[in-house]
């Protein structure tokens, strides 16, 4: 499929759903669900709004710093685990026991330990998101391939030249590719974590839920949908311009 | 270049009566230890001389330990008694002198054509300009000028191994390995790089040891050939290759090429029709 027939149907596919989306808001009225025409309205308003941009990008900051932590934490650990056998029946069980526990069933114990600041929302992010990243880097170093190291060996690499010749950049997609999922979790349980303690957007979702209309609050959901697009897209342009020889190895996305 | 003349000389010149062979292992054993039953024993006591600047095709049936064999003259592993002697002094461990293509070329994909050819003289520690100029100077050897910015995904199969042929030459070795490198390759691109092989290894002789399932192929390219025995592999036939060089295509149908031929196809099958029930057993 060429990519200018592949944009316009994604543009069909939206235009389609706008067009769902307003009929079916018209018929149900603000206050269930309100049409895109109006919540478009309310992007505006939320864009000149200073207080609600700051709330928005003060938000995103614990969600950013919790995302680094587990990328320092998971892509270590997802190596070793990767790498060494040991370690991998020492730990693998409880990082799929995690990766499968939805963190709002620890958020009490966590508001227990931390409180309800700033670091409560950097946990949970980190809390969601490490293991995924862990898992991805995990699976990145399992098919590390022997011959690859062989071929290192034959030349005489030493280990650290190995690891930084070899390994970093065969496990370098699966880095990326790890961080983009663990990004996306972050910014999803960045929300969760602030409607929990209600701040941030999550206060403005909690504010705008008890409006009378809906077109705030689906204008909030539009922005953090924005938010976690933008920055899975961002990682992945990010991931195509330092690794150029993965573009021809993927198939089309 | 240079001082691998001045260590020939130095060779010649010390109060050996003979000179030791460039490439000597002396009883080599490797047996490979598997849980419950008594291990595989894939060769045992193989002592084999290659002298300077020979070219050794060594064949054998699938499974007999050719790729083992190489892979400890490599140091990729290590044997389980027995010596490798370089030059007449003791090797363990890789390095000194030896490189290796590989059968499945294995280059990094993450790396163009440029920089897996450096990729040995990287890490050798040599600077960014010298063993980039070094690659290029190999990549134009093996006629891939035009490439040396393409990743291994880019070229064809043929290409790749001219790549991994490079990658093996840049780094000067003095003898240089090859395990099955044509073996994925098809039948032209085979003969093609099979002529290109001979004409690089005559501009620049260096001692070969070259595996291959091939018969054609051990007696086109090669001084001597190595027929090992199926497991444990002991050297069956130790066969020299007449034909002056160069060596022309039309020699394949020529009575003394067919003569050998049948030669190490009936060593071959002999060997698999012994081989059967004892490899089973
Ligand atoms: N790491 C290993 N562990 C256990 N057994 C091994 C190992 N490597 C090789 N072997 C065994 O040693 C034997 C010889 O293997 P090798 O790869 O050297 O054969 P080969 O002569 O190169 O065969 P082919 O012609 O098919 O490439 C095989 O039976 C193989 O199963
Ligand atoms: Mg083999």
Not at chain 1, 133 to 162: H, M
Not at chain 2, 59 to 87: H, M, V, W, Y
Request: hydrophobic share 50%; charged share 20%; proline share 5%.
């Amino acid at each position: 499929m060429s990519s200018t027939t592949r944009l316009a149907l994604r543009l069909t596919g939206l235009a389609l759903f706008l067009l769902v989306w307003e009929l079916v808001g018209r018929h149900l009225g603000d206050a269930l669900m309100a049409p895109p025409s109006a919540v478009a309205r309310e992007l505006v308003a939320l864009a000149e709004d200073d207080q609600a941009r700051a709330t928005i990008w003060q938000s995103i900051a614990p969600a950013l710093v919790g995302f680094a932590i587990a990328c320092a934490v998971g892509m270590p650990l997802g190596a070793v685990m990767g790498r060494s056998p040991i370690w991998n029946a020492l730990l693998h069980p409880w990082v799929s026991t995690f990766v499968v526990t939805s963190v709002a069933a620890i958020v009490p114990i966590l508001i227990l330990l931390i409180g309800t600041g700033w670091w409560f929302v950097v946990a949970v992010v980190v809390l969601s998101s490490v293991w995924y990243v862990t898992l991805t880097t995990y699976q990145g170093a399992v098919r590390i391939e022997r011959r690859w190291l062989d071929v290192g060996r034959s030349f005489g690499a030493s280990r650290i030249r190995a690891f930084r010749t070899i390994m970093l950049p065969a496990l370098f997609p699966y880095l990326l590719a790890g961080a983009r999922i663990g990004l996306t979790h972050a910014i999803r349980s960045m929300v969760l974590a602030q409607l929990f303690i209600v701040s941030g957007i999550g206060g403005l979702l909690n504010e705008a839920g008890m409006d009378v209309s809906t077109a705030r609050l689906l204008a909030l959901l539009v922005v953090i949908m924005g938010i976690g697009l933008a920055a899975s897209h961002g990682l992945g342009r990010v991931a195509d311009w330092l690794a150029p020889w993965q573009r021809g190895l993927e198939p089309q996305r | 270049m240079s001082d691998v003349i001045a260590q020939r000389t130095l060779a010649r010149s010390a109060p050996i009566v003979a000179m030791p062979p460039k490439l000597r292992t002396i009883n080599l054993t490797r047996h490979f230890v598997r849980g419950g039953d008594a291990g595989l024993t894939v060769f045992q006591d193989l002592s084999v001389d290659v002298a300077n600047l020979e070219f050794v095709a060594i064949i054998g049936p699938s499974g007999c330990g050719k790729s083992t064999f190489l892979r400890i003259l490599n140091g990729l592993d290590q044997a389980d008694s027995g010596t490798i002697e370089i030059d007449g002094r003791r090797v363990s461990g890789p390095g000194a002198g030896r490189a290796m293509v590989f059968q499945g070329f294995d280059l990094f994909p993450w790396r163009t054509t440029l920089e897996n050819v450096a990729f040995g003289l990287e890490m050798q520690g040599r600077s960014k300009r010298e063993r980039l100029d070094i690659a290029r100077h190999y990549i134009e050897l093996v006629g891939l000028t035009g490439f040396a910015q393409s990743y291994p995904h880019q070229l064809s199969g043929g290409m790749q191994q001219r790549v991994g042929i490079a990658r093996a030459l840049a780094v000067r070795p003095d003898i240089l390995l090859m395990d099955e490198p044509f073996g994925a390759l098809d039948l032209q691109t085979r003969d093609l790089l099979q002529d290109e092989l001979l004409r690089i290894w005559q501009s620049d002789p260096k001692t070969v040891l070259f595996v291959t399932h091939s018969i054609e192929e051990a007696i086109y390219l090669a001084d001597r050939i190595i027929v090992f025995s199926p497991r444990p592999a002991r050297i069956q036939r130790d066969i020299r290759v007449p034909f002056l060089r160069p060596r022309s295509e039309e020699l394949k149908t020529s009575a003394e090429f067919l003569a050998i031929r049948r030669e190490i196809w009936c060593l071959l099958k002999h060997g698999v029709d012994v081989g059967g029930p004892q490899a089973a057993g």
